[in-house]
């Protein structure tokens, strides 16, 4: 099935830096949402987005919603070490609760001390 | 957010035999939910969509009869695999959709299969 692109596909950075990813798609979402998975467990909502220009905050999570509806961004200020997992963008391109999300390939956050 | 939970969270089985995953939405009602199977270093891949009251959809290239989706209640859904194979050993993860439009989906905890 169709994935969404993410960049990067990892990234390994020291504790205290910002972080930032995006998610790219050839087709337009309506809703876009961005989870966090830990090895072993199943995916964790961070943030989700629901309208064209959006910019929505969770703590030190910020996430946009791009005008084109084809991407979205996850920015991560002052990362600690137990930001390190796997970080999943995912789409909906139709609301109701039958339509089904698309998911991007993940970008894998490595912290160093 | 909204409580999704999966059993078991780990299922050895031998080869042939089937094997059942539950997945309950635990303070809210779902007339659909997600199934979907993970490979390690892999992004999830959506197996099927089951419907409560009807007949689960299945993606192209997922086999209805090995995948068996029964959307008994509208709190439980269950993926029986049957006559398991070790090359359906996977990790296998169940979501329902909640909030107003179905805009927010929440994930089970996974259920790891291993097919000896």
């Known amino acids: 099935g169709q994935q969404l692109n993410q960049s990067p596909q990892s990234m390994f950075i020291q504790e205290g830096e910002d972080v930032s990813m995006n998610c790219t798609s050839s087709?337009?979402?309506?809703?876009w949402l961005w989870y966090k998975q830990d090895p072993g467990e199943g995916p964790v909502l961070l943030i989700a987005?629901?309208?064209?220009?959006e910019l929505t905050s969770n703590g030190r999570l910020t996430a946009q919603f791009g005008i084109t509806r084809k991407d979205s961004f996850l920015n991560i200020s002052a990362s600690i070490p137990s930001d390190v997992g796997i970080y999943f963008c995912?789409?909906?391109?139709?609301?109701?609760?039958?339509?089904?999300?698309?998911f991007g390939t993940g970008t894998r956050l490595q912290v160093t001390l | 957010g909204a409580v999704v939970s999966q059993h078991p969270s780990r299922v050895i089985c031998k080869s042939g035999t089937s094997v059942k995953i539950e997945c309950r939405s635990l303070?809210?009602?779902?007339?659909?939910m997600f199934w979907y199977r993970q490979f390690p270093k892999q992004s999830l891949m959506l197996m099927a969509t089951?419907?409560?009251?009807?007949?689960?959809?299945?993606e192209q290239g997922v086999e209805k009869d090995k995948f068996l989706i029964n959307h008994a209640s509208l709190t439980l859904s269950t993926l029986t695999v049957t006559s398991a194979h070790p090359e359906d050993s996977s990790f296998y993860i169940c979501?329902?959709?909640?909030?107003?439009?179905?805009?927010?989906?929440?994930f089970g905890p996974g259920t790891r299969l291993t097919v000896t």
């Open positions: 979501s329902a959709p909640t909030g107003t439009g179905g805009y927010e989906q929440y």
């Open positions: 087709s337009i979402f309506n809703t």
């Open positions: 987005l629901y309208k064209a220009g």
């Open positions: 995912a789409g909906k391109a139709y609301t109701g609760t039958a339509s089904k999300l698309t």
């Open positions: 303070d809210f009602q779902a007339t659909t």
């Open positions: 089951s419907n409560e009251g009807s007949k689960a959809t299945y």
